[in-house]
């Protein structure tokens, strides 16, 4: 039996966490740079205000309805979101981080006699414990327990959050109320295509008669996810591995024009990549630099410029991934001169694991660079993130433009949220 895990609008959940002033209000929580909105409480969305909107094109929408806008407050949402899986871990061993927000729970080889008490002890523990409202919905499979889990979202006063699909009734019946572009995997294109070919919904997709078109049309994946909804398990819990790229990338408040600012940010972005890899025990042999302008004219309009570079050995040295990329940066600032740049980036890849790293008979770095990073990284461990870094990164601290910010309550010993006894 599997379960999916789906913390309700969860960014603006984690903000009403420590401001519980504003349950049963209004809330929403805006992009980087508070620039869409990304996340509406349940209040938000009954007045209409839509997901990805521009938030400078509904403000007056906004103030009059007395909307709580947050910017979005990462490094609480990641806390909470390893909080709340942690919690999850404590009734099976199995899980899956799907995303923020949502994980896969497998109960294979555990004796549960009733799943649907079972997952309100869980739905109760996260409540208690976090303050983060959940719905959860167990099925034979992780197809069906997203349906199950979109059940139990919409009706929560007969399923009180959690739904469980343990029998063909349910389940036939769970498929007939699911249109085809809730199910999972279901893109915008291929919804298209499901509806001329008059399947609508995700029963419509499990018939006989439809097999050879989904066949042709979505391949091994179409048949699989076929198979799951029809009751049967092909898609199994993945583990969790190493990532097989590292990106950093940001925009700026302002563009920049001048050649010392993109250094200072290319150099930052480099030396983050460089310790991810350290932390997940990789190196990398390509490194990536872009840079992206938007004309003030059409803000939609974008240009990506890159260059990549290969070594010949695997590296995860700061000082030799921030050598390549400032290489880089200096080929691609002197190719597009004149131009105003609103993002960069930083990307690391062919990642290999450090104890596989292949020794090259003619170019190699230096081995000193090894022992350098160890003491780097243990300095910052110590004393904190990012105290240590290169001579070339500047003090200043680039921030978005996050006006309305709440505090880090979880991830700042100074942000601590106080409360007063009486």
Known sequence: MYALVDCNNFYTSCERVFQPQYNGKPVVVLSNNDGCIISRS???????????????KIREMLAQNNVKVFSSNYALYGDMSQRAMDVMREF????????????????????ISDYDDYGKQIKTKLLKGLSLPVCIGFAATKALSKVANKIARKYPEKTNGVYVIDTEEKRIKALKWTKIEAVWGIGYRMKKKMKAKNILTAYDFTEPFHENWIKKEMGVIGLRLRKELLGESVLTIEEP??????????S???QLTDFDSLRERISTFASVCAEKLRQQNSCCHTIIVMLSTMEHKTPTTKEYYHHAVTLPFGTNSTLTINQAALRILEKLYEENKGQRFQKAGVIVTQ?????EKQLHLFEEENPKHHLLMKAIDNINTKI???KVKLGIQDSQTWNMKQNMLSPKYTTQFDQILVVKCH
């Open 351 to 355: 990642l290999i694991n450090t104890n």
């Open 42 to 56: 349940d209040e938000a969305k009954a007045l209409g205000i839509p997901m990805a909107a521009a938030e400078f």
């Open 92 to 111: 099976t061993p199995h899980v899956e981080v799907y995303s923020i927000d949502e994980a896969f729970l497998n109960f294979e080889g555990m004796n």
């Open 384 to 386: 904190g993130s990012r």
């Open 252 to 254: 700026f408040p302002k």
């Open 241 to 250: 591995s190493d990532k097989k790229s590292i990106a950093i990338t940001r």
